[in-house]
């Protein structure tokens, strides 16, 4: 342990002393595309990740269909005495978000349900409030209905008793967006109700198998073999417990098969698909995440999901013909940099090298500092590590930021807001950020004064135009 002295606060750091001594790979390539692209760097840059203690799990990359690199690196659970392989299956969070999606199509191309259908027509139990969300809704998380309390739900029973003792919705249906996991939980009980079906084994029988995808385990409990354990950067494990059910582990290579299932239509149309893409709003999430058609072709698509300390990253481009398929089970919060130096290396073009996440080392010593505090750690821990950590990426900041935002400390994070706003005068994002900050705290004119900033440098910030736009009429 290495100390920083903060404000006369003793800060402890984790020293940088991991040593790289396996890599467990399998590795396919294609002539061409090895000739074409120098893939050994996708190996420097998984090796760089896994020695700095950022990366480990699963990387997979196909060119038009064909693996051209597959590579796990990374251990079964947090005694780190197993090497992760390929044919261990792990969470993907809410990427599982989709298999209920592809669901409720499949029931709509059948004819036995409706977009336009009211929740209420399949689950007459619940309060009147249901009468008023259609599915639709549920598919683009629109429903308003309020987020469960989920550290205290013990599985779907209790959760649907929850749901049952609602009675206000906190918007009305449709007039704005909530990412909600009750907006599953509804579209997994309906898909029971027309089925006769558990969701499982609706999902399994009618979907996994028929595509192939034949070793996907739902809701995997502690013994379940060939599933990895996430855990922490402290070597806590994480519990297999679910607040409510549904989610599947897969391998890597039956999580490439279901994004080939997507760009296929294997189960449902293109024009299905199309509906799925269909956001509320700008860069909303949908049932598969993020969705692109042009024509009866998904263009694009990606989705990432978290679940404990699992994440997964899907990212199938169809213009360069490059599908990436990241997966961890030890969240290191990078995968979008990793994807992103992925698609940089296959087009030839320089990439970052990746870094500590600032926030995941230091995040346990939030709660007993101020934004000043923090800020001085911040400063200090730059100049002493400034090569171990994203000090030039916006992002750094902007998360502790939200981590102040989310604990209530809103002054707190108007600090570090306003100093990544000095750190980053030309982003948009980040005085849209600092204008979220002031409209928590009810300082609405600072709030409009900085969503304005935000417009001016980044037009397309959908957030702050909406933002602009309530605050003008106030």
């Known amino acids: 342990m290495q100390r920083l002295m903060v404000n006369n606060i003793t800060i402890m750091t984790r020293p940088f002393t991991i040593s790289l001594f396996f890599i467990c790979l399998s590795t396919a390539t294609l002539g061409y595309a090895q000739n074409r692209r120098n893939l050994k760097q996708l190996d420097t840059l998984l090796a760089k990740a896994y020695d700095l203690g950022v990366f480990k799990g699963n990387l997979l ?30 969470h993907i969070g809410s990427i599982a978000k989709e298999f209920n999606a592809v669901a409720i199509m499949i029931l709509k191309e059948q004819g036995k349900l409706s977009l336009d259908d009211h929740v209420a027509k399949y689950l007459p139990e619940l309060p009147g409030w249901a009468e008023r969300i259609k599915i639709r809704n549920l598919l683009q998380y629109t429903s308003g209905v309020p987020q469960s309390v989920w550290r205290n739900t013990k599985g779907d029973a209790d959760n649907l008793n929850n749901l049952k003792v609602v009675t206000t919705l906190d918007f009305e249906p449709g007039t704005k967006y909530a990412y909600n996991n009750n907006d599953v939980f509804l579209q997994r009980r309906i ?39 996430s855990y922490n950067d402290q070597k806590k494990q994480d519990n297999m417990t679910y607040e409510i059910a549904g989610w599947p582990a897969l391998n890597l290579l039956e999580f490439y098969k279901w994004s080939e299932v997507l760009n296929s239509f294997r189960l449902i149309s293109p024009a299905a698909t199309r509906e799925l893409c269909i956001a509320f709003s700008g860069d909303n999430q949908t049932g598969l995440g993020h969705g692109t058609m042009e024509g009866n072709k998904l263009v694009k ?41 992925v698609f940089s290396i296959l087009a030839g073009k320089p990439y970052a090298n990746l870094k500590r996440s ?19 750690l911040y400063n200090q821990t730059k100049s002493d590590f400034s090569d171990k950590y994203a000090f030039a990426e916006e992002g750094t900041l902007n998360e502790v930021g939200y981590y102040f935002l989310n604990k ?33 705290q009810g300082d609405k004119s600072k709030a409009l004064e900085n969503y304005v900033i935000a417009l001016k440098l980044d037009p397309t910030l959908d957030s702050a135009k909406k933002m602009v736009a309530e605050l003008k009429k106030i």
């Open 408 to 440: 209530k400390k809103v002054a707190d994070a108007i600090s570090v807001f306003t100093l990544n706003t000095r750190l980053f005068p030309n982003s948009g994002n980040m005085y849209d950020s600092l204008g979220e900050a002031y409209y928590v």
């Open 301 to 341: 698509h990606s989705h990432d999901g978290t679940a404990k300390n699992y994440q997964a990253l899907l990212t199938s481009d169809a213009a360069k013909g490059i599908t990436v398929i990241l997966m961890t089970n030890n969240k290191q919060n990078n995968l979008g940099t990793i994807n992103r130096s």
């Open 358 to 376: 600032f926030i995941n080392d230091f995040q346990a010593q939030f709660e007993n500092l101020t934004g000043q505090q923090t800020i001085a």
């Open 61 to 90: 990359v196909a060119e038009k269909g064909k693996i051209i690199y597959q590579k796990t690196i990374g251990w079964t659970d947090a005694t780190e005495q197993t090497r992760l392989t390929a044919d261990y299956r792990l």
């Open 191 to 229: 898909i029971e109700r027309i089925s006769g079906m558990s969701y499982e084994s609706f999902v399994q029988e009618k979907m996994f198998i028929p595509c192939g995808i034949t070793h996907a385990v739902f809701n995997p409990g502690e013994t379940v073999e060939l599933v990895a354990k």
